[in-house]
Each structure stands twice: as structure tokens, then as C-alpha cells.
């Protein structure tokens, strides 16, 4: 067992290691300071951490903030999940990016289309991107969590491919599965805003009257 202590976790990086499964390896795409690999693996939550990351400088730090924790947490530099061999780890982790960097990973990668690996995805911004293209791309959301970090909303987003390819509506993807969720109101509030400033762009027509009913079911959701 070891004794040194485990890093401690802010909202957005402990929601992400709640949805890595006990027993399984895990990848930590875009790894950075090490943080959640170190957490994974020096709580024996997982046997082996792959700690990756694109550049250099961050994957130095990981090695530092993961250096307790010995052969438990190998590293690997490289872009995305081309650093991984299919099926080297089921649990992946992928953080610290925008919605479409994230799709871009995953479109690259075909192997991962498959109901054994668990995705745990916590886009930095464009949450309704990610969860629209995990609908049309045949992903279910198992659970997400919403917690906030360093001043800033995070749906923390468990997905698993099935196959059942879906078009969905406008409200899914903005709030997905976190209606009833504490803040989930302020986090409505701030979607909007952002729906709303898109909406000004638009010109008069059917998409701009869609946006405007999404704007009031929207506003209803952050009233309650």
C-alpha cells in the first residue's frame, strides 16, 4: 500500500474518475499534470494508468506527479488515441479539450465504436456539440455529471457505443442528462445566454423560430 498522499481532485477531474470502472486499465488521453492518473493509480481503483499527452512539457509533469506510484502508470507521448493499440485499455479518458478536438480523437480512432470501452468525455466548451454527436454517432450517455471548476460549468459525460444512431432534439443537447442536477438551473441560464447571442445572427425565418421556442423552453427549464 502506498503511503504517499493521492492528489487531491477538483469537481470536474473527480466526476471523470467516478466513471472510470474499477478493475480495468485506463487511458488518460490529454493527461496534463498527471493529477487523475496518479488519483486512479495510487488508489488502486485501476491496476494500470496509460498517462498521455500530446506535448512534452505536460507529460514531464505526469511522470513527476506519478512517479509514486511506479509501474501502475505508464506514459506516452503522441497525438490522441493513435498512442494506444486497440483494446489496450477499455476505460478512456479523455479531458482538457474542446467538444470538437474531442470528436476528432474519437472519429480517428473506428476501434473505439464498440460496446466494450467506456468513455468518460468532459469537453471544455461546446457541450451540445459532443452530445449531439454521440447521438447521430450511435453513443448512449450512461450518466453525466455537471460540477463546476475554476469558475466554469463541465458536463462530465459516461459514454458507451450501441450502435442505436439517433437525431436528437434541440433540449437534449443542450442539457442532456443533467436536469435535477444541483446548479443545473445557473447552467441552463448560462447555455441560453449563448443560444440567444447565436440566435441574433440569424436571419428571419424557420431556424431563427426554432431557436426562439428552444430559447423558451430553455428560460422555463432555469425558472424552476
Known amino acids: 500500500m502506498h503511503t504517499c498522499k493521492i492528489p487531491q481532485l477538483d469537481a470536474r477531474l473527480a466526476a471523470a474518475y467516478a466513471f472510470v470502472r ?117 453513443f448512449a450517455l450512461r450518466g453525466e455529471t455537471l460540477c463546476q471548476a475554476a469558475g466554469r460549468w463541465y458536463a462530465v459525460m459516461n459514454a458507451q457505443y450501441t450502435g442505436d444512431a439517433r437525431e436528437p432534439d434541440g433540449l437534449y443537447c443542450l442539457t442532456g442528462l443533467t436536469q435535477g442536477q444541483p446548479g443545473c438551473a445557473d447552467y441552463y441560464a448560462a447555455q441560453n445566454a449563448k443560444l440567444k447571442k447565436y440566435r441574433l445572427g440569424l436571419p428571419d425565418g424557420a431556424e431563427r423560430d426554432a431557436v426562439g421556442e428552444l430559447i423558451a423552453e430553455m428560460d422555463t427549464l432555469a425558472a424552476r
Open 22 to 138: 474499477a478493475r480495468h486499465v485506463a487511458a488518460d488521453i490529454g493527461c496534463d499534470h498527471g493529477k487523475l492518473s496518479a488519483a486512479l493509480a495510487g488508489s488502486g481503483r485501476c491496476p494500470l494508468v496509460l498517462a498521455c499527452d500530446l506535448r512534452p512539457g505536460p507529460l514531464e509533469k505526469a511522470r513527476v506527479t506519478c512517479a509514486p506510484y511506479g509501474d501502475k502508470v505508464q506514459f506516452r507521448l503522441g497525438s490522441g488515441l493513435a498512442v494506444l493499440a486497440p483494446g489496450e485499455a477499455e476505460d478512456i479518458i479523455i479531458a482538457g479539450m474542446g467538444a470538437e478536438t474531442i470528436i476528432e480523437i474519437l472519429e480517428a480512432a473506428p476501434w473505439v465504436f464498440d460496446a466494450r470501452y467506456n468513455l468518460v468525455l468532459v469537453p471544455a466548451t461546446k457541450h451540445s456539440i459532443l452530445r449531439r454527436w454521440l447521438a447521430r454517432r450511435g
